[in-house]
């Protein structure tokens, strides 16, 4: 595709349900970066691919949190036993060289 | 992971002034430097990147400094339009990646 894609572009999810948030980056993007943003507020860091492997994953807020990348491509953010304060827009974004392309993320909602 | 300082505003400015914010990073080694813009509910996107001598694009220039580790972005004759939160981007290059600011909030008033 021609940019960053993400998906679903909004989720309403029960509190103590797991969820799965996906994104698609542009095809060849090696570096792939999830943050998540609550209303207001700036964006917070919370792991980054290079390929498959995520040499950091120091912004993963909890052990509810885990996300993995296959094939170098597709990444899936999943979110455990989801709670109120995990409500927040999601952004995935990609790089090859650089600079990066944000998707238009993933508003997450728990009531 | 390494820290990338903004001064979140909001910074709020008259139509047609010169505003300029700063951003500072604690990675040395960091190897090339973006400025994007965040409109209301909106994703980042990139406004321009910070060339080691400067480098302007209409009414923003971007300036880096090494010594002092910040880089700079500086909108002349602002105009309504520029209301937006402005993000600072480093790239410390390797294991490293890009590390965004939480950003500055700019918000011009007629």
């Known amino acids: 595709g021609a940019g960053v894609s993400q998906s679903p572009s909004n989720k309403v999810t029960e509190k103590g349900k797991d969820v799965e948030l996906r994104c698609d980056p542009i095809?060849?993007?090696?570096?792939l970066y999830w943050y998540r943003q609550s209303l207001g507020q700036g964006l917070e860091f919370l792991i980054y691919f290079q390929g498959n492997s995520a040499p950091d994953k120091s912004g993963l807020p909890s052990d509810r949190f885990s996300a993995e990348r296959t094939g170098g491509s597709v990444s899936t953010l999943t979110i455990q036993r989801t709670q109120q304060e995990d409500s927040a827009v999601y952004l995935c974004a990609s790089s090859l060289l650089l600079p990066g392309a944000f998707g238009q993320g993933t508003r997450l909602t728990v009531v | 992971r390494k820290e990338v300082e903004q001064d979140p505003g909001p910074f709020n400015v008259p139509e047609g002034a010169t505003v300029a914010f700063n951003c500072t990073y604690s990675?040395?080694?960091?190897?090339?430097f973006f400025w994007y813009r965040q409109d209301c509910r909106k994703e980042p996107k990139l406004l321009m990147s910070?060339?080691?001598s400067g480098n302007e694009d209409g009414r923003f220039t971007a300036q880096l400094n090494r010594a002092s580790q910040y880089i700079s972005l500086l909108i002349r004759d602002s105009k309504l339009s520029d209301s937006a939160t402005y993000l600072c981007v480093v790239n410390g290059g390797g294991a490293d990646g890009l590390t965004f600011g939480k950003g500055t909030h700019l918000i011009i008033q007629p």
């Open positions: 095809s060849g993007h090696t570096a």
């Open positions: 990675n040395s080694a960091s190897q090339s």
């Open positions: 910070v060339y080691s």
